[in-house]
């Protein structure tokens, strides 16, 4: 169970990096295309930041469902666990 949490916190990040590096990517054509207008250039820089700010803000969002999915994973393990000890407990008290 904790190496599929770790795989799943692991996904996750690598999704989000994809994510802002397509970010700025996108942004950095923008400011190419405004070329030496200083008012497209402008606009088109912040447009790259709010691009770049809604990916974090989605890769954030990612790793924190990640972070509870994972925690859910470990602590239904845990569960698991507990009472299969309980079982073979209860069996090995019967004999």
Do not use: C, H, P
């Given at each position: 169970?904790?190496?599929?949490?770790?795989?799943i916190?692991?996904?996750?990040?690598?999704?989000?990096?994809?994510?802002?590096?397509?970010?700025?990517?996108?942004?950095?054509?923008?400011?190419?295309?405004a070329?030496?207008?200083?008012?497209?250039?402008?606009?088109?820089?912040?447009?790259?930041?709010?691009?770049?700010?809604?990916?974090?803000?989605?890769?954030?969002?990612?790793?924190?469902?990640?972070?509870?999915?994972?925690?859910?994973?470990?602590?239904?393990?845990?569960?698991?666990?507990?009472?299969?000890?309980?079982?073979?407990?209860?069996?090995?008290?019967?004999?």
């Amino acid at each position: 169970a904790e190496k599929a949490a770790v795989k799943i916190k692991q996904e996750a990040k690598t999704a989000g990096d994809k994510l802002i590096a397509e970010a700025e990517k996108q942004g950095d054509e923008l400011i190419s295309k405004a070329g030496n207008n200083i008012i497209k250039k402008k606009i088109a820089q912040e447009s790259a930041k709010k691009l770049v700010k809604e990916a974090k803000k989605s890769s954030d969002k990612l790793n924190s469902e990640a972070d509870v999915k994972a925690a859910n994973l470990i602590n239904e393990a845990k569960v698991k666990a507990d009472n299969i000890r309980k079982d073979a407990q209860k069996k090995a008290d019967a004999l």
